[in-house]
């Protein structure tokens, strides 16, 4: 099995469909019409989607993510983020088979190559840092917007659609400046929606950060393609013994936040940073000023999510900057 350097073609080399009526359907076009899905097998670990093994008659398996069908917009969401990331070739994706409505099953799903993972390579951290840097610093101005609308203003941050960071909307207006990007596309929209959470004098101070954004911020010396949602539960060994990265909410902006994201839930391996610097050096001090900021758009999103627990962490960080 490769690693994907292009993800909108699926497995039989043509392009992937947004349109399946079935996984029935998917099987026949993708492997032949004599292919049968014979098996479902639960995989667990995803806590919004169910996820499935899909055993086939010829002895090959599909990865299947379903949720109800009026959720379709998730994976055609994902879809186009793994599509985008794949583009780059820098570093592992799973292939994209394709995404659908199964009315039989009463479920939206997307398809992917199943994934064996290999035991790590030596130099798994060095590798990923190495890759990750790659792509941040990859052509990445197409998923912004289409070049005759760039063309009309310097479009930089941002993504071509909208789509979702967990089951939450993520707004992708396309902007000028990463500040302007950062306040009206991620911080503002999340903490409207924790208002009743923060209250009258946590809500004075977010608009005050909002207000002064750009003297915390910096605009950075070219925009990047982001994973977007890149904790350690988004990275699996693929089958290169490198490392792969999976559920994505992509868009264009500062690297800055996808480095940030690493280190949320717990920081990966110092080598990991060291390997990211030879190749796109870290400003670590201003890093380090900036990274709860980052922190504060997905605290603000699990608060949302998930209630109260996150409240102290929010309001530590807005207090901190306001």
Same mark, same amino acid.
């Given at each position: 099995?490769?690693?994907?350097?292009?993800?909108?073609?699926?497995?039989?080399?043509?392009?992937?469909?947004?349109?399946?009526?079935?996984?029935?359907?998917?099987?026949?076009?993708?492997?032949?019409?004599?292919?049968?899905?014979?098996?479902?097998?639960?995989?667990?670990?995803?806590?919004?989607?169910?996820?499935?093994?899909? !055993?086939?008659?010829?002895?090959?398996?599909?990865?299947? +993510?379903? !949720?109800?069908?009026?959720?379709?917009?998730?994976?055609?969401?994902?879809?186009?983020?793994?599509?985008?990331?794949?583009?780059?070739? +820098?570093?592992?994706?799973?292939?994209?088979?394709?995404?659908?409505?199964?009315?039989?099953?009463?479920?939206?799903?997307?398809?992917?190559? *199943?994934?064996?993972?290999?035991?790590?390579?030596?130099? /798994?951290?060095?590798?990923?840092?190495?890759?990750?840097?790659?792509?941040?610093? $990859?052509?990445?101005?197409?998923?912004?917007?289409?070049?005759?609308?760039? $063309?009309?203003?310097?479009?930089?941050?941002?993504?071509?659609?909208?789509?979702?960071?967990?089951?939450?909307?993520?707004?992708?207006?396309?902007?000028? +400046?990463?500040?302007?990007?950062?306040?009206?596309?991620?911080?503002?929209?999340?903490?409207?929606?924790?208002?009743?959470?923060?209250?009258?004098?946590?809500?004075?101070?977010?608009?005050?950060?909002?207000?002064?954004?750009?003297?915390?911020?910096?605009?950075?010396?070219?925009?990047?393609?982001?994973?977007?949602?890149?904790?350690?539960? !988004?990275?699996?060994?693929?089958?290169?013994?490198?490392?792969?990265?999976?559920?994505?909410? $992509? *868009?264009?902006?500062?690297?800055?936040?996808?480095?940030?994201?690493?280190?949320?839930?717990?920081?990966?391996?110092?080598?990991?940073?060291?390997? *990211?610097?030879?190749?796109?050096?870290?400003?670590? +001090?201003?890093?380090?000023?900036?990274?709860?900021?980052?922190?504060?758009?997905?605290?603000?999103?699990?608060?949302?999510?998930?209630?109260?627990?996150?409240?102290?962490?929010?309001?530590?960080?807005?207090?901190? /900057?306001?």
């Amino acid at each position: 099995m490769e690693k994907m350097h292009y993800s909108d073609k699926n497995l039989s080399g043509k392009s992937f469909s947004d349109g399946y009526h079935s996984m029935e359907e998917m099987v026949r076009d993708i492997f032949g019409g004599e292919t049968r899905l014979e098996r479902m097998d639960r995989v667990y670990g995803g806590d919004i989607n169910d996820a499935y093994r899909l !055993n086939l008659s010829n002895g090959e398996h599909i990865f299947v +993510k379903t !949720n109800s069908i009026r959720n379709r917009a998730f994976f055609r969401a994902e879809a186009r983020g793994l599509s985008a990331l794949g583009t780059s070739g +820098k570093i592992g994706v799973p292939k994209i088979l394709g995404t659908g409505t199964d009315e039989g099953r009463g479920v939206s799903f997307l398809a992917l190559e *199943y994934i064996d993972s290999a035991p790590r390579i030596d130099t /798994y951290w060095e590798t990923f840092g190495h890759e990750l840097a790659e792509l941040h610093r $990859a052509e990445c101005l197409p998923f912004v917007a289409p070049e005759e609308k760039r $063309a009309k203003c310097d479009l930089r941050y941002g993504f071509a659609e909208d789509n979702f960071i967990g089951a939450t909307p993520q707004k992708n207006s396309p902007k000028e +400046k990463w500040t302007d990007f950062y306040r009206e596309c991620r911080l503002l929209p999340q903490l409207e929606r924790a208002e009743h959470y923060l209250g009258a004098e946590l809500m004075k101070r977010a608009d005050s950060l909002l207000e002064h954004l750009d003297s915390y911020l910096r605009e950075p010396e070219f925009p990047s393609l982001l994973h977007g949602d890149l904790w350690s539960g !988004n990275m699996m060994c693929g089958p290169d013994g490198k490392a792969w990265i999976i559920d994505p909410a $992509a *868009y264009v902006g500062d690297y800055e936040a996808d480095l940030a994201m690493t280190q949320l839930f717990g920081s990966l391996p110092e080598r990991f940073y060291a390997a *990211y610097s030879e190749v796109s050096p870290i400003d670590r +001090k201003g890093y380090l000023e900036r990274k709860k900021l980052y922190d504060l758009y997905h605290l603000l999103n699990h608060l949302n999510l998930f209630g109260r627990s996150y409240l102290s962490s929010v309001a530590g960080i807005i207090r901190e /900057y306001a």
